[in-house]
């Protein structure tokens, strides 16, 4: 499977080095040419590769409660139903997830191999092939983003509604729909500038920053959560690990170049609000390791798009391209060889 993920980094790197001199017809050719191949490498790998293919066969198999998404039960009926074979559902799940991160990069940004490759190098092996209904999710999340732009909150509300029968998690991006796309203000810029050290001070602090929430089912889970961390059955996050700090330190080079990128490509400013929060949920989550992570997974899904466009602040345009493929090359490797996303 290495050797798979392996030369497609290579082949979509070679294209994203060559994409400005392509006619539009056939970068659309090999964006749908590359992303069926990636769905259909996603839909039918074997089912030692990842963490989750186990769970959901077991889940498949099983009588669903209130706590499975309407989604899930509906295609696993259909697969019964139609193929009774559960790699379908996987391949379901898999071109769903495809195609809306595809329809997505098209219409959110002019660097769409850039972007694919910072898409295949994260957010496809962590929800490509393991979280398949997060997968999902985030693609309609990103997909929905073109209307916060626009103002079309309706639509907006539609694809988040759609992303939340994917993966409840998802109805956490209500809260986005009052967002703007206007270039920051003074004070916006160093409210969003201050986000990230604040929630570092209240890790430093040691608060608990969900016990603070008034509400009983999740002080219940937080109190359960203290328990098993003090059995030792439960480690911390480290909110300090080398992928994160990048993270944290390309997204403030971007919200400092944010009115140069903003000539290019207009949606940078709803990205950089969504990324930031992204990063503040992991650190403002801490103590709730799993929730930390989704969360800002989810909303995470939009550096598939704004990490890319590094390439409109540095010059010549090979070593902006050169830079961003670096980047990808070592997310993936970390995310493989030491975070082991998927089995090699």
Same mark, same amino acid.
């Given at each position: 499977?290495?050797?798979?993920?392996?030369?497609?980094?290579?082949?979509?790197?070679?294209?994203?080095?060559?994409?400005?001199?392509?006619?539009?017809?056939?970068?659309?050719?090999?964006?749908?040419?590359?992303?069926?191949?990636?769905?259909?490498?996603?839909?039918?790998?074997?089912?030692?590769?990842?963490?989750?293919?186990?769970?959901?066969?077991?889940?498949?198999?099983?009588?669903?409660?209130?706590?499975?998404?309407?989604?899930?039960?509906?295609?696993?009926?259909?697969?019964?139903?139609?193929?009774?074979?559960?790699?379908?559902?996987?391949?379901?799940?898999?071109?769903?997830?495809?195609?809306?991160?595809?329809?997505?990069?098209?219409?959110?940004?002019?660097?769409?191999?850039?972007?694919?490759?910072?898409?295949?190098?994260?957010?496809?092996?962590?929800?490509?092939?393991?979280?398949?209904?997060?997968?999902?999710?985030?693609?309609?999340?990103?997909?929905?983003?073109?209307?916060?732009?626009?103002?079309?909150?309706?639509?907006?509300?539609?694809?988040?509604?759609?992303?939340?029968?994917?993966?409840?998690?998802?109805?956490?991006?209500?809260?986005?729909?009052?967002?703007?796309?206007?270039?920051?203000?003074?004070?916006?810029?160093?409210?969003?500038?201050?986000? +990230?050290? @604040?929630?570092? #001070?209240? /890790?430093?602090? &040691?608060? =608990?920053?969900?016990?603070?929430?008034?509400?009983?089912? *999740?002080?219940?889970?937080?109190?359960?959560?203290?328990?098993?961390?003090?059995?030792?059955?439960?480690?911390?996050?480290?909110?300090?690990?080398?992928?994160?700090?990048?993270?944290?330190?390309?997204?403030?080079?971007?919200?400092?170049?944010?009115?140069?990128?903003?000539?290019?490509?207009?949606?940078?400013?709803?990205?950089?609000?969504?990324?930031?929060?992204?990063?503040?949920?992991?650190?403002?989550?801490?103590?709730?390791?799993?929730?930390?992570?989704?969360?800002?997974?989810?909303?995470?899904?939009?550096?598939? +798009?704004? @990490?890319?466009? #590094?390439? /409109?602040?540095? &010059?010549? =345009?090979?070593?902006?391209?050169?830079?961003?493929?670096? *980047?990808?090359?070592?997310?993936?490797?970390?995310?493989?060889?030491?975070?082991?996303?998927?089995?090699?």
């Amino acid at each position: 499977m290495i050797f798979i993920i392996l030369f497609l980094f290579c082949f979509i790197m070679s294209v994203a080095f060559i994409e400005e001199r392509l006619d539009s017809s056939i970068k659309l050719l090999l964006l749908i040419l590359i992303g069926g191949g990636m769905a259909l490498v996603a839909g039918f790998r074997p089912s030692d590769i990842d963490h989750d293919y186990s769970n959901y066969v077991n889940l498949y198999n099983s009588s669903y409660d209130i706590t499975t998404e309407i989604s899930f039960v509906l295609l696993s009926y259909l697969v019964y139903y139609v193929f009774d074979n559960v790699v379908f559902l996987f391949l379901i799940y898999a071109i769903l997830a495809l195609s809306l991160q595809i329809l997505s990069i098209r219409r959110l940004t002019d660097l769409c191999f850039l972007s694919l490759l910072v898409y295949l190098s994260n957010y496809y092996l962590l929800h490509g092939m393991n979280q398949i209904r997060v997968g999902v999710a985030s693609g309609f999340f990103l997909f929905a983003l073109q209307y916060l732009r626009t103002g079309d909150r309706f639509r907006y509300l539609l694809c988040i509604f759609c992303a939340t029968c994917f993966h409840y998690t998802a109805g956490i991006l209500v809260c986005f729909v009052f967002f703007s796309n206007e270039i920051f203000k003074k004070w916006q810029y160093i409210f969003y500038a201050s986000i +990230i050290p @604040f929630c570092y #001070l209240i /890790y430093f602090l &040691k608060m =608990d920053f969900l016990l603070m929430l008034p509400i009983p089912y *999740i002080e219940e889970k937080m109190e359960i959560y203290r328990s098993l961390q003090e059995q030792g059955l439960w480690d911390e996050i480290n909110v300090f690990n080398l992928v994160f700090l990048v993270k944290i330190v390309i997204t403030y080079f971007l919200l400092w170049k944010c009115e140069l990128i903003a000539r290019f490509n207009p949606f940078v400013v709803i990205l950089l609000k969504v990324e930031i929060l992204s990063l503040a949920a992991f650190i403002l989550f801490y103590n709730l390791p799993v929730f930390a992570f989704r969360l800002s997974e989810l909303l995470g899904v939009v550096e598939v +798009i704004l @990490f890319p466009l #590094l390439y /409109y602040t540095i &010059k010549p =345009d090979y070593a902006s391209k050169a830079i961003v493929g670096v *980047i990808a090359l070592v997310f993936l490797f970390i995310g493989v060889f030491y975070n082991q996303v998927i089995y090699i």
